[in-house]
């Protein structure tokens, strides 16, 4: 997950790396008046539809015009002409940052136009669940401010307006989303009936408690009655109708992640990662312990967890040891300034993220505060429920899962995201990029001996296994190769997850087509980037500097961040 929000005043990190490292090459100035319209175009675009004022108009009119039928045709006209106002600017003018920027911008803007294909407003009940992170809210580490208390009563209000949109607009949605949007209703209501009034007594002031739980009661009501709409009334459409289909998965590839494959191209190159990766876990088996099997040992494996109740402290132990390992070593700098807290995976994503993940930066006091979400033993869970979940959440996995979200992963590059003096790479997200960033951080980690100890190195290659899998598996099922149960039971059979897990992903996978192939792509985009530096560099080649500055260049679709780490270099891109 990324974070979009930004600093109000940035450093340009470019500064800050290393003394030794090769000086980066001076770029050609560029022609005042398209780089002065590029810079413009940039500030009209950040800050949102024009033409409204923010003063006067109703707060949750921009949350529900957000959801109305036509709502991707607003956006499909808007872009288009910010598209025809972009390819006015002669990009032969801009610096060469601009030139990577112009391009991002058409990119997102293209994808606005291109995306009234899927008919969201008409196939996705969970957008109309706009709750978001509330259980973060309320329930975080520390009470809400009387502001946020606010804010929290202002979506409240607003969710039973949401839902009876949904109601009146939902047409034919896949049979799968129903139910995990039933869920997720389900789970809101249960919260505001429960945690949420005890919090708002305990917590909240006075003045505000008896709108803070009226809102909360109506809120929860309707909560009720839109998974009953879903459940009993509304028609859904064919079983595998979430698949994005070919032309949709192979567009999105192309024009938005700029990558030179096709959906068809993916499976294949994922199949022949697949077989060396499993090459890979047979040899280390074998070096591990003499005649078993890897697959047997993972199963050892998984019976190493923590007990219930106790993951999330697992994680802060993981995260503390590659914290230290950092700065030990002086293996990147972290900026200062920042902090990452552990938090409860709240309900509406327990059945898609069944390990965690994490929910970005949210500023606090100064201070950028990342959350690391974690997925716990809940009440309720049946016995072979809880047993899935902690042989999920094994020592191997959480040593690796940890750096990934956290430090250097996910984590640092969202803080290094903030500081960018871009604004548009402020605002940036790649899944190529961001996935790809905080893979490549596990074989750093591992290359730096963090991985000390059997399961560790196990759960590593496991999860590389993991990884190969969602290539084959997320263009086959949004292309018609393989059903929603082959792809349950592939990552059952193939890479050894428990079915719930399995599940999970797959759930994943039906929402965010060309995501689960981010991975293992962008990992090897940075390798191969790596490499032709190194190469280029020879003896002057430092490991630190380049890392930091492929975290300055932001979170580029990879030939973008190739394009701009190489021009840090004064290399040819």
């Not at 607003?74 to 112009?102: C, F, K």
């Not at 393989?482 to 997850?497: C, I």
Request: aromatic share 8%; with cysteine; charged share 25%.
């Amino acid at each position: 997950m990324r974070s979009t929000g930004r600093l109000v005043s940035a450093v340009p990190l470019a500064l800050l790396v290393a003394a030794c490292a090769p000086p980066r090459a001076a770029a050609p100035a560029p022609a005042a008046g398209d780089s002065a319209a590029f810079e413009q175009f940039v500030d009209r675009y950040l800050a949102g539809p024009r033409g409204r004022d923010p003063a006067t108009e109703d707060p949750a009119r921009g949350v529900l015009a957000g959801l109305e039928a036509d709502a991707p045709y607003r956006a499909e006209r808007e872009a288009g002409a910010e598209l025809r106002e972009l390819h006015d600017i002669d990009t032969t003018h801009l610096a060469s940052d601009q030139r990577v920027d112009w391009l991002l911008a058409e990119a997102w803007l293209k994808r606005a136009v291109y995306d009234t294909v899927l008919h969201e407003p008409q196939r996705v009940p969970a957008r109309y669940l706009t709750l978001g992170d509330l259980t973060w809210r309320v329930a975080g580490a520390r009470p809400p401010t009387p502001a946020e208390w606010l804010g929290i009563r202002s979506d409240l209000e607003v969710a039973p307006r949401a839902l009876a949109l949904g109601r009146r607009q939902l047409r034919s949605p896949p049979p799968l989303w129903v139910r995990l949007a039933v869920e997720t209703a389900r789970s809101y209501a249960r919260f505001l009936r429960g945690e949420y009034p005890r919090r708002v007594d305990s917590t909240a002031p006075d003045s505000l408690r008896a709108g803070l739980l009226a809102s909360g009661r109506r809120a929860a009501g309707a909560l009720d009655a839109y998974a009953a709409f879903l459940s009993d009334t509304l028609v859904a459409g064919p079983v595998g109708s979430w698949a994005a289909g070919r032309a949709y998965y192979d567009w999105v590839l192309r024009n938005v992640d700029f990558l030179p494959y096709d959906a068809d191209q993916l499976i294949a190159m994922g199949r022949r990662i697949h077989a060396a990766t499993k090459l890979a876990l047979d040899s280390l088996a074998q070096r591990l312990e003499p005649g078993v099997s890897w697959q047997q040992q993972v199963r050892q494996m998984q019976t190493r967890h923590p007990e219930p109740g106790h993951i999330t402290e697992a994680y802060e132990r993981a995260e503390g040891r590659v914290l230290a390992l950092l700065r030990r070593d002086s293996l990147v700098r972290i900026p200062p300034g920042e902090s990452l807290i552990f938090v409860p995976t709240p309900p509406q994503l327990r059945d898609t993220y069944a390990w965690g993940g994490y929910a970005g930066i949210t500023m606090r006091d100064s201070t950028a505060v990342g959350r690391f979400f974690v997925t716990d033993v809940v009440p309720g869970m049946t016995p072979e429920q809880v047993d899935q979940k902690l042989r999920t959440q094994n020592d191997g996995w959480i040593a690796v899962i940890a750096l990934h979200e956290g430090y250097p992963g996910h984590h640092l590059m969202a803080v290094y995201t903030r500081l960018n003096p871009r604004r548009l790479r402020r605002a940036a997200g790649n899944t190529y990029a961001e996935e790809g960033w905080a893979l490549y951080a596990e074989h750093w980690m591992a290359r730096a001996g963090l991985f000390d100890t059997p399961d560790a190195q196990l759960g590593q290659l496991q999860m590389r296994l993991w990884r190969t899998a969602r290539v084959i598996v997320d263009p086959s099922i949004h292309t018609g190769q393989m059903t929603y149960e082959q792809a349950v039971q592939f990552l059952v059979d193939e890479v050894g997850l428990e079915r719930s897990a399995a599940e999970a992903e797959v759930n994943r996978y039906t929402t965010w087509p060309t995501q689960a192939p981010s991975y293992i792509v962008g990992w090897q985009e940075i390798e191969r980037l790596e490499a032709d530096v190194h190469q280029a560099l020879g003896d002057r080649f430092d490991h630190r500097g380049f890392v930091e500055r492929v975290l300055e260049a932001g979170p580029l679709p990879p030939l973008l961040l190739r394009r701009a780490v190489l021009e840090s270099y004064g290399l040819p891109a």
